[in-house]
T-cell receptor, first 114, second 111 residues
Framework: EAGVAQSPRYKIIEKRQSVAFWCNPI?????LYWYQQILGQGPKLLIQ????????DSQLPKDRFSAERLKGVDSTLKIQPAKLEDSAVYLC????????????FGPGTRLTVL | GENVEQHPSTLSVQEGDSAVIKCTYS??????FPWYKQELGKRPQLIID?????GEKKDQRIAVTLNKTAKHFSLHITETQPEDSAVYFC??????????FGTGTSLTVIP
């Protein structure tokens, strides 16, 4: 079974630039999560999708972050404009559905904002 | 919302010794508690989990205990090996809600 795919794996940008991350969940997984993991901390949920609908985006900084999952499969997370404090690893995870607890993580995208 | 605290933040043990990592949570509605292992530069991987209706679960050298009354759960690794060196995260999950992660414990097993 293929795992959660993410790209790019690394990204370096200057502050105020824009960046986008892509995630392809495990086939058949309806629930998709985006997490931000700052160095030395645990993952923090940014947004959770069930199919193409948003379940929880309460911790997403909506003035600069946006995410979509238009067809209920792939998802993109965008930051515009980026700030220095956005430097982190952005993890995508998926699970079969909201009620199924086990989630599988992708390899993450390491973002460095200079 | 839920608040998960994890201790210690770093832990060094001699190979063959045991390692214990503890987490506390605040919301009694939390009903699922997974533990993840994250090696440097890699994705978090689920190593063991426990549901709120169980007090203890074992899987070979790894065990997790849950005390619902005190709202804490612990990861126990016995006979540690160098390949156990990694960052370990606990999490608490509330049905219909989300996962709340601890801040991580960096475990180093000294050969």
């Amino acid at each position: 079974e293929a795992g959660v795919a993410q790209s790019p794996r690394y990204k370096i940008i200057e502050k105020r630039q824009s960046v986008a991350f892509w995630c392809n969940p495990i086939s058949g997984h309806a629930t998709l999560y985006w997490y931000q993991q700052i160095l030395g901390q645990g993952p923090k949920l940014l947004i959770q999708f069930q199919n193409n609908g948003v379940v929880d985006d309460s911790q997403l900084p909506k003035d600069r972050f946006s995410a979509e999952r238009l067809k209920g499969v792939d998802s993109t997370l965008k930051i515009q404009p980026a700030k220095l404090e956005d430097s982190a690893v952005y993890l995508c995870a998926s699970s079969l559905e909201v009620g199924v607890r086990e989630q599988f993580f992708g390899p993450g995208t390491r973002l460095t904002v200079l | 919302g839920e608040n998960v605290e994890q201790h210690p933040s770093t832990l060094s043990v001699q190979e063959g010794d045991s390692a214990v990592i503890k987490c506390t949570y605040s919301d009694s509605a939390s009903n699922y508690f997974p533990w993840y292992k994250q090696e440097l530069g890699k994705r978090p991987q689920l190593i063991i989990d426990i549901r709120s209706n169980v007090g203890e679960k074992k899987d070979q050298r790894i065990a997790v205990t849950l005390n619902k009354t005190a709202k804490h759960f612990s990861l126990h690794i016995t006979e540690t090996q160098p390949e156990d060196s990694a960052v370990y995260f606990c999490a608490a999950f509330i049905t219909g809600n989300q996962f709340y992660f601890g801040t991580g414990t960096s475990l180093t097993v000294i050969p």
